[in-house]
């Protein structure tokens, strides 16, 4: 089957797969006769997703027509797109979280201390005004507007006072050890806080180590514990307004193997409540399994919980039809969309 769908279109959606080059272009051709229905008679006929990995080449293209739309555009550029005639930024704040997953069957980030420590030397106050989008930072592993947050947890603050602390009960009381910390290429918004925490762990005599990836090979690295790296940044999104879509693929043990679950944590009590709650049915009993669930994993730390932020995609006017979804912050659903005099 895989092997067949590899060179072969076999699905039931409004776009056939056109022609694609992995990593930079994929194209979508419509189908006419889509079982579903077009929103509108002037739907796209196709659309060429490009990757474009620097800001400067998606404002360009933006600004010069030659794309329609730009998902998650620097905040820098969002007054200059603006300004100008017939483009506009559409910004939304959903659920949308940006954590630092520790790897907790690593050499090192194995130890909660290290974990505690490392935790404790990024700077987090300074995130809201160095990051170019609206943030807000999080209170632990579920953002306040989460339906179920506890919003009561005890969570680090930048104490370099305190990572000593929690520094002086590992093996390396002294440091002198090197962290890789790995993050997409040219994407400033996930090279940033590794800058913060490089300089917060250089005070710990702790290098990190800064490795830019292709997201595709940041994928892969989260295979397995062994090609997981030390500290990885990653966005996650829950499928479903559910604390089990949030907590259960990044938390339970069972899930190892993907980007969401690249901290590699393990607790049983934490397996076994997640277990529990996705197959109970009242909602009370649901509510305290996962409170009990997110003050385990806090206290375990087997991530640096960062922020949630807002989205933010650049339209073309002439594109008409958008819906935000905040599950989906960052999709935009095509055979929603029609083009209404859209520049050749």
């Not at 030397?121 to 990051?131: E, F, H, K, R």
């Not at 579920?142 to 590992?170: I, K, M, S």
């Not at 397995?224 to 938390?251: K, R, V």
């Not at 944590?265 to 305290?288: F, H, K, S, W």
Request: overall charge negative.
């Amino acid at each position: 089957g895989q092997t067949y769908l590899r060179t072969n279109a076999a699905g039931s959606g409004p776009f056939r797969q056109g022609r694609w080059e992995i990593g930079n272009l994929y194209e979508f051709i419509a189908v006419e006769d889509y079982w579903g229905g077009w929103a509108s008679p002037d739907h796209p006929d196709s659309v060429l997703w490009l990757i474009q990995r620097d800001s400067a080449t998606q404002l360009n293209s933006l600004l010069a027509r030659q794309t329609h739309i730009a998902d998650t555009p620097s905040g820098q550029d969002v007054e200059r797109i603006n300004a100008d005639p017939g483009l506009s930024v559409i910004e939304n704040f959903g659920y949308f979280v940006n954590t630092l997953k520790m790897n907790n069957q690593g050499r090192y980030t194995s130890d909660i201390n290290l974990r505690k420590a490392i935790a404790h030397a990024m700077n987090y106050d300074v995130l809201p005004d160095i990051q170019d989008i609206p943030i807000q930072i999080m209170p632990g592993p579920t953002p306040l507007n989460f339906p179920g947050a506890v919003p009561d947890l005890d969570v680090p603050t930048y104490d370099l006072d305190r990572a000593r602390e929690y520094l002086a009960q590992t093996p390396w009381p002294n440091g002198g050890i090197t962290l890789d910390y790995v993050y997409v290429t040219d994407f400033t918004r996930e090279e940033i806080p590794g800058l913060l925490l490089l300089e917060g762990l250089a005070e710990l005599n702790i290098t990190l180590n800064m490795v830019p990836m292709l997201w595709p090979d940041m994928v892969a690295s989260c295979a397995s514990p062994e090609t997981g790296p030390d500290i990885i940044n990653i966005y996650t999104q829950p499928a479903y307004l559910d604390m089990d879509a949030h907590l259960y693929n990044q938390y339970h043990s069972g899930q190892w193997g993907s980007f969401n679950s690249c901290s590699f944590y393990r607790n049983p009590e934490v397996d076994r409540l997640l277990d529990e709650a996705r197959v109970t049915g009242d909602p009370d009993v649901r509510t305290e399994l996962y409170n009990q669930a997110q003050r385990l994993i806090a206290a375990d730390q087997p991530s640096v919980w960062m922020y949630s932020e807002s989205t933010l995609i650049a339209m073309n006017d002439c594109i008409q039809g958008y819906v935000f979804r905040p599950l989906e912050s960052l999709s935009v659903l095509f055979q929603d969309l029609a083009m209404v005099n859209c520049p050749a």
